[in-house]
């Protein structure tokens, strides 16, 4: 049992080393989804507040990201939220695939399932919590972007066979 402990142990230690590198890509200002889409500062807020630790090529880290395996946690979050959408390259996003994004934030506002609950762990990120006032807020904001030109490709591709 001792001797399971030290390998457990070393193993934890070792695993410290293995570290995954930190995002913090150049950002082009000018193509922030803040800077195109000037929202009212209380949107704004919220908006780096509670949207772009993870959405961002920019996020903030807090101390435990020096922790594995939590950054290794932390980092695989951060680059599948940023496949969905990164609100720092909003402005060269085209199209229906921008429509998308702002369709499925005002979904996500709706259902209320941003910020992920994980965020909250351990009492981290309180100024994040969005009440309903400001989860509508969100939603507004977020359908006030939509032109519905993802509604009209998603119909052209299920006409088409490409998707269910």
Same mark, same amino acid.
């Given at each position: ?9 070393? %193993? %934890? %230690?070792?695993? *410290?080393?293995? &570290? ?10 000018a193509m922030d989804m %803040? ?8 949107v704004a807020q919220m908006? &780096? ?18 922790? $594995? ?19 720092? $390259? ?10 998308? *994004?702002?369709?499925? /934030? ?41 032109? /519905? ?7 052209? &591709? ?7």
């Amino acid at each position: 049992m001792k001797k399971a402990l030290y390998i457990l142990l070393a %193993i %934890i %230690i070792i695993a *410290q080393f293995i &570290r995954p590198s930190r995002i913090a890509e150049p950002v082009d200002p000018a193509m922030d989804m %803040i800077a195109v889409t000037k929202p009212d500062a209380e949107v704004a807020q919220m908006l &780096r507040t509670s949207c772009y630790d993870c959405h961002s090529g920019q996020p903030r880290y807090p101390w435990y990201f020096a922790i $594995t395996p939590v950054n290794w946690w932390m980092n695989d979050h951060i680059e599948e939220a940023r496949e969905h959408f990164d609100a720092t $390259t909003w402005g060269s996003v085209e199209g229906y695939a921008r429509d998308h *994004q702002a369709k499925d /934030g005002m979904e996500e506002m709706d259902k209320k399932e941003m910020p992920i609950s994980e965020y909250f762990y351990l009492g981290r990120h309180a100024e994040a919590k969005l009440t309903e006032a400001q989860y509508s807020k969100l939603s507004a904001y977020f359908e006030s972007l939509r032109d /519905g030109s993802w509604d009209i490709e998603k119909a052209r &591709r299920k006409a088409a066979g490409e998707i269910k």
